[in-house]
């Protein structure tokens, strides 16, 4: 006869075996990143076996995972965030240097020193920009991408991401002013 601790070895191995693959998949759904994924699928299942005790089968093995990984997913994103804090009055210092990269309808200006060149055609500009989108959170990073780089309709941004028009301009406010942050540190024009 097994013992207990052997019975819950036993339910915990057949949960990583059924339900590993649904986890990634939504865990990479949620950041875009197959490491980042793959980690907190691997927290997920941590917490899962020192808790596995706890689980009273109120709820389906596979909710319960999903409920641990959703709560590690929200923290990921809270630990990212913390990295990107910009206090106001670096915030209204740093705004006047790259105010002028963007005109009134968010695309990108001209640069000074040639009319007919854009910021972006500048390559030195373009991989101080590149490395400073790197630095954004993963979803952030798509946004930004999505809309200026590919010219995106935020409609579908916001389907693909699955949030409201308000936080995607939200996440898009906020990623715009982190950017001019590190642009304005790291490019020398």
Request: aromatic share 14%; proline share 2%.
């Amino acid at each position: 006869m097994k013992s207990t601790k052997e019975n819950s070895k036993t339910l915990f191995e057949s949960w990583v075996n059924q339900f590993s693959d649904d986890l990634f998949s939504w865990a990479y759904h949620k950041t875009s990143s197959r490491e980042t994924a793959e980690d907190l699928v691997q927290d997920t299942f941590l917490s899962a076996y020192h808790k596995i005790d706890s689980f009273e089968g109120k709820s389906q093995p596979k909710t319960w995972l999903f409920a641990i990984l959703n709560n590690k997913i929200i923290d990921h994103y809270r630990k990212k965030s913390k990295q990107f804090i910009i206090s106001s009055d670096d915030y209204l210092q740093q705004i006047k240097t790259t105010d002028n990269f963007f005109d009134e309808h968010d695309k990108w200006k001209k640069t000074a020193d040639n009319e007919e060149q854009h910021w972006l055609d500048n390559p030195e500009f373009n991989h101080i920009l590149l490395g400073c989108i790197k630095n954004l959170p993963e979803n952030w990073q798509f946004i930004i991408q999505s809309k200026y780089i590919l010219d995106k309709k935020s409609e579908h941004i916001c389907q693909e991401l699955q949030i409201t028009m308000s936080n995607y301009w939200q996440i898009t406010h906020r990623a715009k002013l982190l950017l001019k942050k590190c642009i304005e540190l790291n490019w020398v024009s």
